[in-house]
């Protein structure tokens, strides 16, 4: 970040057509520190910066000359690393970088929201620092939905659960999100852009992540039928096979219910829904990236629209079952399958 803030107090105080004596004056400082300043020889105190911002009217950082458009450059290519550990669900990894950026640009409120978010479960005391920091000088209303909603988890981490449910409480209701906002009040092809980028992928995953917040209430049987249900909406709504994202999410699943298999001593069927779900990580690692998918959903006739599901970018999931055969084997969950033949050929099939 490039500092200029000798020329601008320079170019400033002429175009005030104010001298060196009368700015100093103002200001409070002698006629010798205003030369210096403009010299490039010292800088301002601290403490002085907002007064003179205020003199010139303008802000601090247009004041110090922070290069803004680099600055944001640096800070969307980092964000784009960010979300690439997201989608690896590698939070501390994420936390580390975002807390390594945010030493760089102090001042960026979208790293804080990363680090709120990143750390709501792993480093809720954190999170609820910026967090609330951001509720108070944050302006941007994208970047406060977010916030307000990663520190329900960050309270309820740190053990405030009644803190953690008043703010819940006062969230958008899911009629007056913007996701459902934009929906009803886009035409043409921006809401067939908005509708497949943005609520039709969702209702799969919402009703996965919904469905596994209740399972505990079921009996084993029925955790299952539940699974399976999510597992059908996904092939319903992505009816052609070869949408990477669904394909991904039914791996999942059938990941899940190995576990839930596993636990209640039903071993066969565990190795069975291992079976399916690496059968489903070879089909979507079989897909090139960048492929748009054939799905109904997927696509739009009337404006020749295709909705790219795969690409490093947006679905970071390659060698998905290389990744999937990793978790199997170090979740403590298949312990039990160790001395299965079936297990290992699993395991070790190429």
Same mark, same amino acid.
């Given at each position: 970040?490039?500092?200029?803030?000798?020329?601008? =107090?320079?170019?400033?105080?002429?175009?005030?057509?104010?001298?060196?004596?009368?700015?100093?004056?103002?200001?409070?400082?002698? *006629?010798?520190?205003?030369?210096?300043?403009?010299?490039?020889?010292?800088?301002? /105190?601290?403490?002085?910066?907002?007064?003179?911002?205020? &003199?010139?009217? =303008?802000?601090?950082? %247009?004041?110090?000359?922070?290069?803004?458009?680099?600055?944001?450059?640096?800070?969307? #290519?980092?964000?784009?690393?960010?979300?690439?550990?997201?989608?690896?669900?590698?939070?501390?990894?994420?936390?580390? $970088?975002? %807390?390594?950026?945010?030493?760089? *640009?102090?001042?960026?409120?979208?790293?804080?929201?990363? =680090?709120? @978010?990143?750390?709501?479960?792993?480093?809720?005391?954190?999170? =609820?620092?910026?967090?609330? @920091?951001?509720?108070?000088?944050?302006? /941007? +209303?994208?970047?406060?939905?977010?916030?307000?909603?990663?520190?329900?988890?960050?309270?309820?981490?740190?053990?405030? !659960?009644?803190?953690?449910?008043?703010?819940?409480?006062?969230?958008?209701? +899911?009629?007056? !999100?913007?996701?459902?906002?934009?929906?009803?009040?886009?035409?043409?092809?921006?809401?067939?852009?908005?509708?497949?980028?943005?609520?039709?992928?969702? @209702?799969?995953?919402?009703?996965?992540?919904?469905? #596994?917040?209740?399972?505990?209430? @079921?009996? *084993? $049987?029925?955790?299952?039928?539940?699974?399976?249900?999510?597992?059908?909406?996904? $092939?319903?709504? &992505?009816?052609?096979?070869?949408?990477?994202?669904?394909?991904?999410?039914?791996?999942?699943?059938?990941?899940?219910?190995?576990?839930?298999?596993? $636990?209640?001593?039903?071993?066969?069927?565990?190795?069975?829904?291992?079976?399916?779900?690496?059968?489903?990580?070879?089909?979507?690692?079989?897909?090139?990236?960048?492929?748009?998918?054939?799905?109904?959903?997927?696509?739009?006739?009337? &404006?020749?629209?295709?909705?790219?599901?795969?690409?490093?970018?947006?679905?970071?999931?390659?060698?998905?079952?290389?990744?999937?055969?990793?978790?199997?084997?170090?979740?403590?969950? *298949?312990?039990?399958?160790?001395?299965?033949?079936? &297990?290992?050929?699993?395991?070790?099939?190429?």
């Amino acid at each position: 970040m490039k500092l200029t803030i000798a020329e601008n =107090i320079r170019e400033h105080r002429r175009n005030l057509k104010l001298s060196q004596e009368c700015l100093a004056d103002r200001l409070g400082v002698s *006629f010798q520190a205003v030369s210096k300043w403009e010299r490039g020889e010292t800088y301002p /105190d601290l403490e002085l910066l907002p007064a003179i911002a205020s &003199f010139f009217h =303008i802000t601090v950082d %247009e004041l110090i000359g922070a290069n803004r458009w680099e600055e944001e450059k640096a800070a969307e #290519e980092l964000i784009e690393t960010l979300r690439l550990l997201d989608a690896k669900r590698d939070y501390p990894a994420l936390l580390a $970088e975002a %807390e390594s950026g945010l030493k760089k *640009f102090p001042n960026n409120h979208r790293l804080m929201a990363w =680090i709120v @978010y990143g750390g709501c479960r792993i480093a809720p005391r954190r999170s =609820i620092e910026l967090g609330e @920091y951001l509720l108070l000088n944050c302006k /941007d +209303p994208a970047i406060l939905n977010r916030v307000r909603a990663d520190l329900c988890y960050a309270y309820a981490s740190a053990g405030d !659960s009644e803190k953690a449910l008043q703010l819940a409480r006062t969230l958008p209701l +899911p009629g007056q !999100s913007r996701r459902e906002v934009l929906r009803d009040l886009l035409e043409g092809e921006a809401l067939v852009h908005h509708v497949l980028l943005n609520i039709v992928a969702k @209702y799969g995953e919402d009703f996965h992540r919904s469905i #596994e917040k209740i399972l505990p209430y @079921y009996s *084993f $049987e029925q955790q299952l039928q539940l699974l399976e249900k999510c597992v059908s909406l996904l $092939e319903v709504l &992505f009816e052609s096979g070869d949408d990477t994202a669904s394909l991904k999410m039914q791996a999942e699943l059938h990941c899940r219910m190995a576990e839930l298999c596993t $636990e209640n001593a039903r071993q066969e069927a565990a190795v069975a829904h291992l079976e399916k779900a690496f059968a489903l990580a070879e089909k979507h690692d079989s897909i090139p990236y960048g492929t748009p998918s054939s799905s109904l959903l997927r696509r739009c006739e009337t &404006f020749g629209y295709r909705v790219c599901q795969s690409g490093p970018a947006v679905h970071p999931y390659q060698e998905l079952v290389g990744r999937l055969k990793a978790s199997v084997a170090s979740n403590k969950a *298949f312990h039990s399958l160790k001395d299965s033949e079936a &297990f290992a050929a699993l395991l070790n099939k190429n």
